[in-house]
């Protein structure tokens, strides 16, 4: 079994930046994939960021590609999502998600999760 706890969120302005932190504890010799998704209030979860297992190969959304970074430590099994130049529409909460794969690319889609946290609020103001 995996879990994984999110943490960094909070409230700022337009233009700030924020960076999240996801640690996974459990299995954590094993390798994992793993991606940050968010939820707006009355919208579904919506994918933001991933990155492959070795981290060789990140995605992005593209309301973010340019302004989020994706990237993981592999000693703690740890992943960072940096947010930069945040924008009122980015006010979601902030779930980071977990599979157990050989798979060398980053995986969009929340269904080929197996583990997820419970989530962080970023807040951010016009």
């Known amino acids: 079994q995996v879990q994984l706890v999110e943490s960094g969120g909070g409230l700022v302005q337009a233009g700030d930046s924020l960076r999240l932190t996801c640690s996974a504890s459990?299995?954590?010799?094993?390798?994992?994939?793993m991606g940050w998704f968010r939820q707006a209030p009355g919208k579904e979860r919506e994918f933001v960021a991933a990155i492959s297992w070795n981290g060789g190969d990140t995605a992005y959304a593209d309301s973010v590609q340019g302004r989020f970074a994706i990237s993981m430590h592999n000693t703690k099994v740890t992943v960072y999502l940096q947010m930069n130049s945040l924008k009122p529409e980015d006010t979601a909460t902030y779930y980071c998600?977990?599979?157990?794969?050989?798979?060398?690319?980053?995986?969009?889609?929340?269904?080929?999760?197996?583990?997820w946290g419970q989530g962080t609020q970023v807040t951010v103001s016009s």
């Open positions: 459990g299995r954590t010799f094993s390798s994992y994939a």
């Open positions: 998600a977990a599979v157990i794969t050989g798979r060398r690319y980053a995986i969009r889609f929340p269904h080929e999760y197996d583990y």
